[in-house]
């Protein structure tokens, strides 16, 4: 069955990587940083022993730093260790020229991180490898920045291609090898596979994906509930989750309409904010943020006026915040009396929330 699957798909899919992307920065940056342990992440002696690791070169992974360590547990692990505070708005200028030149090799390409992304190049007459080693290329001329890829015929499989040989490797998994791969990868390598589950196959006596092949659903199942699902067909190299294209522009928004046409400004800044509420909470369900904010009026005698605001950092979502900017824009357009129908609130420019979680790392 699952050799049929794997016939029926013919994509070409690379995830792309790169390598200790903050601490690489600041070593290409500084020549003083690069033959020294390196974390990004506030010096635990400077902050009184507060701060994580955003990330830490090659280096200091040695000594067993890793990302979301504590900051003096890294200390502890790597004495020598040089702590660099993280320049968030210079990694986010670099990355969006990282993805500006993923965007390059197809339109069909979803970005994960600041520094990741799977790129769905079946379209292409290249052959993926090809492609892979023309990205890494031209990041490493126009950046001087390496990433590792992985190459693939589904996502899950590009993933573990790219992790495969880091950092600054291609791995190839095509689909003549696929199976042997997986067959010959440690259980702790399967997505999704973390402490818990981890130590759940230790007392199985599972060890490698060969051994989680000869799991039958039903026991992954009873073992794993749905997730035993996902497993069943990671072992069988098979997934066939898409590239979200990152074409289709989204936008998030709530309109409100009146029976009878509205006067009151009073009446328009409460409609105003139950809109952003009901925008925010939408935005945070689905864990977007916006950089324009649209608004929308028309008049008793349907004539439509939108107006906008772009950001070059995306909108606080905070639905005051947003229904002031709201009628600031509302009051400029009708400094008088007015007639009004309908009013809108929308956000377009919109992208994943996960490209701001670095934000939120306790500096
Ligand atoms: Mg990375």
């Not at 357009?333 to 992208?351: E, H, K, M, Q, W």
Request: aromatic share 10%; hydrophobic share 40%; net charge negative.
């Amino acid at each position: 069955m699952a050799e049929f699957l794997e016939a029926l798909d013919e994509r070409k899919i690379l995830h792309v990587d790169l390598d200790a992307f903050y601490a690489q920065v600041e070593m290409r940056d500084n020549p003083a940083l690069r033959d020294v342990p390196l974390i990004i992440g506030s010096d635990p002696d400077l902050h009184h022993g507060h701060g994580v690791v955003a990330t830490a070169n090659y280096i200091a992974r040695q000594a067993g730093v890793h990302s979301a360590m504590g900051s003096i547990e890294a200390k502890r692990a790597c004495p020598d260790a040089v702590f660099v505070t993280p320049d968030f708005e210079k990694y986010r200028a670099i990355s969006s020229q990282i993805h500006e030149i993923f965007a390059d090799f197809t339109t069909k390409y979803e970005p994960v991180a600041l520094d990741e992304a799977y790129l769905d190049v079946t379209a292409n007459p290249l052959a993926p490898a090809t492609l892979a080693a023309k990205l890494r290329h031209r990041i490493w001329s126009e950046l001087h920045l390496t990433c590792s890829v992985g190459v693939s015929y589904n996502k899950v499989l590009a993933k573990l291609g790219s992790e495969h040989h880091k950092p600054n490797g291609v791995t190839v998994i095509s689909p003549d090898v696929a199976m042997d791969f997986v067959a010959a990868l440690p259980i702790k390598e399967f997505r999704g596979v973390g402490k818990k589950s981890q130590e759940k196959f230790e007392q199985l006596g599972i060890k490698t994906g060969a051994d989680l092949r000869a799991m039958s659903q039903d026991e992954l199942r009873v073992h794993f509930g749905s997730f035993g699902d996902q497993l069943y067909w990671q072992a069988r190299a098979t997934h066939f989750g898409q590239v979200k294209d990152h074409r289709v522009r989204q936008s998030v928004g709530k309109e409100g309409t009146f029976e009878f046409a509205i006067h009151d400004r009073s009446q328009v800044a409460v409609t105003f904010k139950n809109l952003a509420t009901k925008v925010v909470a939408n935005m945070e369900a689905k864990h977007l943020v916006g950089r324009t904010l649209n608004i929308k009026v028309r008049d008793d005698q349907y004539k439509t006026l939108t107006r906008s605001i772009t950001q070059t950092e995306p909108f606080l979502l905070d639905a005051d915040f947003l229904a002031r900017q709201a009628q600031n824009i509302f009051d400029e357009l009708y400094p008088d009396t007015f007639a009004i129908r309908l009013l809108g609130l929308t956000f377009s420019n919109v992208s994943p929330q996960a490209f701001q979680s670095i934000s939120l790392f306790d500096l």
